[in-house]
């Protein structure tokens, strides 16, 4: 089910700046899915090249890029890693997280209108 109105998503620019594989892969369809238009850059140099085609209207990150990623740009990010959390039942594996999908393309969505900005 898509969380996000597709008509205000549509033709939303995101910069998808992941080093993990994986997680470019299911962030770049589920922000396509609800109709918006994703760049991915799986390093800061291809980010640097990928920021010049820009504008953006919001880029997704991680924590240890945001310093790179606001050297470069000033459209607003949104830090995936801020959506994983720990299962509740699986106290006895480290490896079992889980990502809160809805939360997290509500803040893209958010962060895209300007309806949530980090204060300075």
Do not use: W
Not at 3 to 23: E, F, G, M, W
Not at 30 to 59: H, K, W
Not at 63 to 81: C, F, G, H, K, Y
Request: aromatic share 4%; glycine share 2%; hydrophobic share 50%.
């Amino acid at each position: 089910m898509n969380q996000t109105d597709p008509i205000s998503a549509s033709r939303r620019q995101v910069l998808l700046c992941l080093t993990n594989p994986k997680a470019m892969t299911a962030l770049n369809a589920a922000l396509t899915d609800c109709g918006m238009a994703v760049t991915s850059a799986c390093s800061i140099n291809e980010f640097r090249q990928a920021s010049a085609a820009g504008p953006y209207d919001a880029v997704v990150t991680t924590t240890a890029m945001i310093r790179d990623v606001r050297a470069v740009l000033q459209s607003p990010i949104v830090n995936v890693e801020t959506f994983i959390f720990a299962a509740p039942d699986a106290a006895a594996t480290a490896a079992a997280t889980r990502f809160d999908r809805a939360a997290f393309l509500a803040r893209v969505t958010a962060v895209m209108h300007h309806d949530h900005r980090r204060l300075s």
